[in-house]
């Protein structure tokens, strides 16, 4: 191949690598902030909890390009552009999370919980001190699951113009061309991997506290 | 005026009435057992008294202060608690989970050490050995050993213990129940002693409480207890092996 469709190629792969990881890093910072706080309030409204549980359920089973195409027309969160993607994406990867945090926290030995209020902690020490720490590696695993899904699925913000790995792929699809498809897909893999490694290290390391 | 005093008080949950006027008077330095067969309502008891359950009816005080008007966490951190089941933090050492209420209370952190491993060495745990161990790296009687320091640690005004010997065997339990005698010396407090063991009962209680479906059947010394003719009291009586039963109550041999 001309070593300037090369150079040009190579450029690109950085430059949308790029994009894609800013695509997944903010939406996962901001779906662990909500699913973790509305998982945290959850286990103490049941309520909440339900309805919670109910909401991000139903956001999961609609197909994730489906999800991208409701967006689209809605206004102020909607549009063309990478804003709607990462909406989409936070949508989208909150269940794990969401569940993993009450789950996790509500599988705390119930003895546990007993002498510690019966020491004399408070609700916010309960959480502290015990329920979050016991609960970490089963949040932790949330997370894993929601990041390397959503490294998948944020090659589908290409489509509605969000950018990232995702452009080189449709590109690839639309002009026939396995090579463009493969530069989109193997660093999408990469980074799953890499994720999936990282966070499954980490959640390993709580573990064993 | 006693230590601690129940006055007519009772639990319900809706019409059910678990806790049924329940009145006695415990002295400074005094262990009372309330025995009781299971369901009886000896856990609701001790429950009422930290405050994990509202009482429905009746004072509670101890020391002349109804409990009620104190703020239900600080009431907590000054009464140590023992459950069956351990209840250690198992990502905290032996020496964290000792200085829990000392922490939660804010007392520097050497006070705290130093004060997890003077009582490491009162119930019978070399502070060397154990301090840094988690609560999985031990036996369930150097759990319990670890609960009942737990809950001497903040100098508490009174001490509860919800059948804290129950899992363990026999010849453990025998050594446990041989501490708790001990400990309670140093001890200025009151202790609530729930168990349904007769022999434990009888080593450790200055008074016995027969718990029956919620009521009081008999407040007895120890002496009194082997005499008593109220049905629960000798259901349990019964249970003592014929000839066999604790100093006191042994005949006899022919
Ligand atoms: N929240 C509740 N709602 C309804 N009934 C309850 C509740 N808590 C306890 N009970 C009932 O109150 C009674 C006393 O319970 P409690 O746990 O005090 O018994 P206990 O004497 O400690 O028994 P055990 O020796 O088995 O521990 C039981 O019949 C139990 O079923
Ligand atoms: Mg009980």
Redesign the pocket.
């Known amino acids: 191949m001309d070593p300037v469709v090369w150079r040009s190629l190579a450029a690109d792969i950085v430059s949308l690598t790029g994009e894609h990881l800013v695509l997944v890093a903010v939406s996962s910072i901001i779906a662990i902030c909500i699913g973790v706080g509305i998982g945290i309030a959850g286990t103490r409204h049941r309520r909440l909890r339900n309805v919670s549980i109910t909401v991000a359920n139903v956001l999961q089973t609609i197909p994730s390009l489906a999800l991208f195409g409701f967006l689209l027309p809605i206004p102020v969160i909607g549009g063309i552009g990478q804003r709607t993607a990462i909406i989409s994406l936070v949508l989208y990867s909150l269940l794990p999370i969401l569940r993993n945090t009450i789950v996790g926290i509500t599988t705390v030995d119930p003895a546990l919980r007993e002498a510690s209020t019966a020491m004399g902690m408070t609700d916010r020490q309960l959480l502290t001190l015990v329920e979050l720490p016991l609960a970490a590696p089963t949040i932790l695993a949330g997370i894993r699951i929601a990041v390397v899904t959503n490294i998948g699925t944020a090659v589908i913000a290409a489509v509605i113009g969000g950018g990232g790995l995702g452009v080189l792929i449709f590109r690839g699809v639309a002009s026939v061309d396995t090579t463009q498809i493969l530069a989109g897909a193997v660093p999408a893999a990469v980074l799953a991997l890499l994720a999936d490694g990282t966070l499954g290290y980490l959640e390993r390391r709580i573990g064993r506290l | 005026m006693a230590y601690l005093s129940f006055r007519e008080v009772s639990y319900a ?1 809706g019409e ?1 009435v ?1 806790l049924d006027r329940l009145s006695f008077d415990l002295e400074r330095g005094e262990t009372l057992v309330l025995l ?10 001790l429950r009422l008294i930290n405050r994990m359950l509202e009482r429905s009816g009746g004072t509670i005080t101890i020391d002349g202060t109804d409990v009620q008007s104190v703020d239900a966490i600080q009431l907590r951190r000054r009464i140590g608690y023992v459950i069956q089941e351990f209840g250690l933090l198992p990502h905290w050492t032996v020496e964290q989970n000792i200085a829990l209420v000392p922490k939660l209370i804010a007392w520097p952190p050497d006070r705290q050490r130093q004060r997890a491993r003077d009582l490491m060495a009162q119930v019978g745990l070399d502070p060397d050995r154990f301090g840094h161990r988690f609560p999985h790296e031990l036996s369930g009687g150097q759990r319990q050993r670890v609960g009942v320091a737990r809950a001497l640690a903040a100098e508490p005004a009174l001490l509860l213990f ?2 804290p010997f129950g899992a363990l065997d026999p010849v453990t339990r025998h050594e446990m129940q041989q501490q708790f005698i001990q400990v309670r010396e140093q001890f200025g407090g009151a202790s609530v002693f ?1 168990t ?1 063991d007769l022999a434990e009962a009888l080593s450790i209680g200055s008074r016995i409480a027969v ?1 029956e479906s ?1 009521k009081l059947e008999g407040l007895f010394t120890p002496e009194q207890f082997l005499q008593a003719e109220t049905p629960t009291a000798r259901a349990f009586l019964n249970t003592l092996p014929q000839g066999l039963g604790p100093p006191g109550a042994r005949t006899p041999r022919t």
């Open positions: 949950v059910r678990i009781g067969r299971s369901g009886s309502g000896k856990t609701t008891a919800d059948e729930v349904h718990l919620g």
